[in-house]
């Protein structure tokens, strides 16, 4: 025994922290040029590009909005989540 | 969701900016590392055990000991032939006070390792206590500010120019405001042998008192009004990698409530602070002289 390890990499994904969240982001599909930097910059890492455009994982988005105030393109907005 | 290094579903605060760095630099390294992390917010956020948010070899050592644990691990790996980039990684709690004995023995024994310091200015983990990188006249609950004390009365501890008068052949600041600037930076150190050090700026919005939505916002202030200098010392030699337009600093002030008490004339003083340093650093950077201390 040399302690704990954790051969199941990455087992935190079962965490949904999108409980945590007070606003919610919502992409424009529109105006998203798909550009990644929304996905750069996520904390969370709960936004993917698919087929050129911003899907967001609502599972695990904490809702901090910063993808909403590093769009270049201002094609994310946000509302409040219903309780 | 996840990336290839990690994975979604860790607790690090809405709007962290120290997993932002932390991604950013194992992203920028790749798939052959290995992880050597002091505690802090980066551990106990990512590692509640049995669960992990790294999809890459990670090891939790003490808040002392990461660059010491990392020595032990990149001389094991290579005796054994690998060739895996091994990075201590910890805020500044974990490198500038605590672990700073760790650090500079293994700057000074001259291991091939990657420091990275993810600097968020102060103990966010245990409750906002001044650090040696929490900045002049910045709030803390160790340093309040009121009628006794402006905040914390002390400059910033500069660990790069400490790296850098250990020998270290490569020492570089960077931003989470400027991930390009930062990936470069890691790619440059991986391509170095001997003890690399990244000097990391990870906003807080828990501990700095600003909406979790800004944190990339005052990465990037913290750069354009000139605090944040982002450089590079290569063998000695100094170059600085992006002149700011120095906007005024009150501009990187406002919003957040550690700075909310600062006078005119506090703001004076660190303003010219700000002017003298980078005076120092563009007359380093044109003598082209090294700056390596002879031992």
């Known amino acids: ?83 | 969701m996840s990336s290839e290094v990690i994975s979604s579903g860790h607790s690090a605060c809405a709007g962290c900016g120290e997993i932002m760095g932390e991604r950013m630099v194992l992203e920028a390294i790749g798939k052959d590392v290995i992880v050597c992390q002091a505690t802090g917010c980066m551990e106990v956020t990512t590692t509640p055990y049995p669960k992990t948010t790294f999809k890459v070899p990670w090891v939790h050592v003490t808040f002392e000991n990461a660059a010491s644990v990392a020595s032990g691990v990149v001389e094991a790996d290579r005796k054994l032939g690998g060739d895996a980039t091994v990075l201590a990684i910890g805020g500044d709690g974990g490198m500038m006070d605590i672990g700073f004995r760790a650090l500079s023995g293994a700057l000074e024994r001259g291991h091939d390792i990657l420091v990275v310091i993810t600097d968020n200015e102060a103990y966010m983990n245990t409750g906002i206590q001044r650090s040696s990188g929490t900045p002049k006249y910045a709030s803390t609950t160790t340093t309040p500010a009121g009628k006794v004390i402006p905040g914390k009365l002390q400059w910033k501890k500069n660990i790069a120019r400490i790296a850098v008068a250990h020998g270290a052949p490569y020492v570089a600041t960077a931003s989470v405001g400027f991930p390009q600037d930062l990936a470069a930076k890691v790619k440059k150190a991986k391509s170095i042998r001997g003890p690399k050090l990244i000097h990391l700026f990870t906003p807080c919005p828990v501990g700095w008192g600003f909406d979790s939505s800004k944190t990339v916002y005052y990465a990037k202030k913290a750069v354009e009004t000139g605090l944040w200098p982002l450089y590079e010392v290569e063998h000695g030699k100094l170059k600085i990698d992006q002149k700011p337009s120095f906007a005024p600093v009150e501009e990187y002030f406002k919003g957040q409530k550690r700075y909310k008490h600062l006078t005119p004339e506090l703001i004076a003083e660190i303003e010219k602070h700000v002017k003298d340093r980078w005076a120092e650093l563009e007359k380093q950077e044109a003598a082209g002289i090294n700056l390596q201390l002879l031992p």
């Not at chain 1, 992409?27 to 969370?44: A, E, H, L, R, Y």
């Not at chain 1, 993917?48 to 909403?68: R, S, T």
Request: glycine content about 10%.
């Open chain 1, 1 to 83: 025994m040399v302690g704990g390890i954790i051969k199941d990499v990455g087992n935190i994904s079962s965490n949904k922290t999108g409980s945590w969240r007070t606003f919610r982001p919502v992409v424009d599909k529109n105006k998203c040029i798909g550009c990644g930097t929304c996905k750069m910059f996520c904390p969370d890492v709960a936004i993917e590009i698919v087929d050129g455009k911003a899907i967001i994982d609502y599972d695990h988005c904490k809702g901090c909005l910063i993808c909403k105030s590093v769009c270049p393109v201002g094609a994310i907005s946000s509302e409040e989540e219903a309780k």
